[in-house]
């Protein structure tokens, strides 16, 4: 029998029911004329703001002066990005993270000119473009850009750190993990513990997550994400089930430790189906803990914004202590606001 533990990474801005959350990208203010916070239909302002934009870049002079807050700049770069780039219908099979930087000039500490932030959108295109074609793959697509304040620089500058999402593959799995089926614990896994082709039990599990609260809508119309981010980090302490410890479902976080039961074995490391005569699918039973972490997050009163789920990662950790290693999950859940844009999406443009 095995069972599960690991080390606790905490996070200090706020804990509730051993759920961490962390709010970025996060529009409080908004000094100009185009409050954001509480938008719930961001379609028209967002397509004004593009229109705008395309008559400036052909030379129609935009309002002499006028200034927007360093919130709502963020915010309008994010947004827009989303809404005629991005497809978030939940249907790729691994996601690719990266992360490019870009400046802003200011005119004080917490505006700029209107005209500044079109060439920053175009930097931050620019840079979400370089990532996007540098990733090969079928069916390869971009899900989700990220856009937060990164800090001031010299000059009266601001950085923009630009989080890219692009999704490759197809989706296979519909949910139900059959008795052949055997995934390996980490998330940089190469093979299944068949030794055929397939990504590690967390990648799995981030793809599945997302197509199952992200299924796409009718029609020709696709979700996208914008506004702010609130990240949700589970802690696979916070959620164990047997005291003391007896068994290798012992968490709803998937963890091991080399100090119970046989260690750290090929079984072990293997979420597989019927281990130790459990008539249990290791893949389902993590599988079907997250998706109730989601739901109950969304329900709560914690979630304020109506958001939704949004491409999320499960980290693989491997923790070396006195009494032995530990291998575990760290689910990190992100949830944003999600709108339908069924605008034709354009497509990213090639950097030379």
């Known amino acids: 029998?095995?069972?599960?533990?690991?080390?606790?990474?905490?996070?200090?801005?706020?804990?509730l029911s051993g759920w961490t959350i962390i709010q970025f990208t996060a529009c409080q203010k908004d000094t100009g004329q185009n409050p954001v916070q509480h938008e719930e239909d961001p379609t028209q302002r967002i397509e004004q703001f593009y229109a705008d934009m395309q008559n400036w870049k052909q030379g129609v002079?935009?309002?002499?002066?006028?200034?927007?807050?360093?919130?709502?700049?963020?915010?309008?770069?994010?947004?827009?990005?989303?809404?005629?780039?991005?497809?978030?219908?939940?249907?790729?099979?691994?996601?690719?993270?990266?992360?490019?930087?870009?400046?802003?000039?200011?005119?004080?500490?917490?505006?700029?000119?209107?005209?500044?932030?079109?060439?920053?959108?175009?930097e931050?295109?620019?840079?979400?473009?370089?990532?996007?074609?540098?990733?090969?793959?079928?069916n390869k697509r971009?899900?989700?850009?990220?856009?937060?304040?990164?800090?001031?620089?010299?000059d009266n500058k601001h950085k923009l750190q630009i989080v890219t999402v692009t999704g490759t593959g197809t989706i296979q799995s519909s949910g139900d993990f059959g008795e052949d089926e055997a995934y390996l614990w980490n998330r940089?896994?190469?093979?299944?513990?068949?030794?055929?082709?397939?990504?590690?039990?967390?990648?799995?599990?981030?793809?599945?997550?997302?197509?199952h609260f992200n299924p796409p809508p009718s029609g020709s119309c696709h979700w996208f994400f914008y506004g702010s981010t609130t990240e949700l980090v589970l802690e696979y302490e916070d959620f164990q089930l047997n005291d003391p410890l007896q068994n290798y479902l012992d968490y709803k976080i998937y963890a091991a430790s080399s100090n119970i039961g046989d260690g750290l074995t090929d079984e072990v490391k293997c979420l597989e189906y019927n281990q130790n005569n459990s008539g249990i699918h290791e893949m389902q039973?993590?599988?079907?803990?997250?998706?109730?972490?989601?739901?109950?997050?969304?329900?709560?009163?914690?979630?304020?914004?109506?958001?939704?789920?949004?491409?999320?990662?499960?980290?693989?950790?491997?923790?070396?202590?006195?009494?032995?290693?530990?291998?575990?999950?760290?689910?990190?859940?992100?949830?944003?606001?999600?709108?339908?844009?069924?605008?034709?999406?354009?497509?990213?443009?090639?950097?030379?």
């Not at 896994?189 to 981030?206: K, L, M, T």
């Open 61 to 122: 002079p935009y309002k002499s002066g006028e200034r927007i807050s360093l919130d709502s700049a963020i915010w309008y770069i994010d947004a827009t990005l989303n809404y005629y780039y991005a497809n978030s219908n939940g249907t790729s099979a691994k996601f690719h993270w990266d992360t490019v930087y870009v400046e802003m000039e200011l005119v004080n500490d917490y505006e700029a000119m209107y005209q500044q932030v079109f060439a920053s959108y175009d």
């Open 124 to 138: 931050s295109l620019m840079g979400l473009s370089e990532k996007y074609h540098a990733i090969s793959g079928e």
């Open 285 to 352: 039973f993590y599988y079907d803990h997250l998706k109730v972490f989601v739901s109950d997050w969304l329900a709560s009163p914690e979630n304020t914004g109506n958001m939704k789920l949004a491409p999320s990662v499960i980290e693989s950790w491997i923790s070396e202590r006195s009494s032995g290693s530990v291998f575990y999950h760290e689910p990190n859940l992100k949830f944003r606001k999600r709108g339908l844009s069924c605008q034709l999406q354009l497509d990213i443009p090639a950097t030379d």
């Open 142 to 154: 971009f899900i989700m850009a990220i856009i937060n304040d990164a800090g001031p620089l010299p």
């Open 1 to 15: 029998m095995r069972s599960k533990a690991k080390r606790a990474v905490f996070f200090t801005l706020l804990i």
């Open 188 to 211: 940089n896994a190469q093979f299944d513990c068949n030794g055929e082709s397939a990504p590690g039990a967390p990648i799995i599990f981030e793809t599945m997550l997302s197509a």
